[in-house]
């Protein structure tokens, strides 16, 4: 299982920006695919799910803001941004588990928030 995300960087506070992941090294249309957020120091925070039947998860922190989506037929999943605050700072990952409970996570896009 390979993670790969992009798209993170520096945008001032009421930007956006759109993460993406591509995965590789399985199924991945059968999968969870998910983003989490990390502060040094800090617990990773749980952003959004999203799941293969179409359901989704989002964080209370992010809900009207944050928007998870897939595209299948290029193995990605990404992460829109929208009224970034400089609380939303944090090293991003992409993540999924298999049935077995392992999980697997990129190796995390910066996102920094700030004027």
């Known amino acids: 299982v390979q993670l790969v995300e992009s798209g993170g960087g520096l945008v001032q506070p009421g930007g956006s920006l759109r993460l993406s992941c591509t995965g590789s090294?399985?199924?991945?249309?059968?999968?969870?695919m998910g983003w989490a957020r990390q502060v040094p120091g800090k617990r990773l925070e749980w952003v959004s799910s999203?799941?293969?039947?179409?359901?989704?998860y989002t964080a209370n922190s992010v809900k009207g803001r944050f928007t998870i989506s897939r595209d299948n037929s290029k193995n990605t999943v990404y992460l829109q941004m929208n009224m970034l605050k400089p609380e939303d700072t944090a090293v991003y990952y992409c993540a999924t588990s298999d049935t077995h409970g392992n999980e697997y996570r990129g190796q995390g896009t910066q996102v920094t928030v700030s004027s």
């Open positions: 999203l799941y293969s039947d179409g359901s989704r």
């Open positions: 090294g399985f199924t991945f249309s059968r999968w969870t």
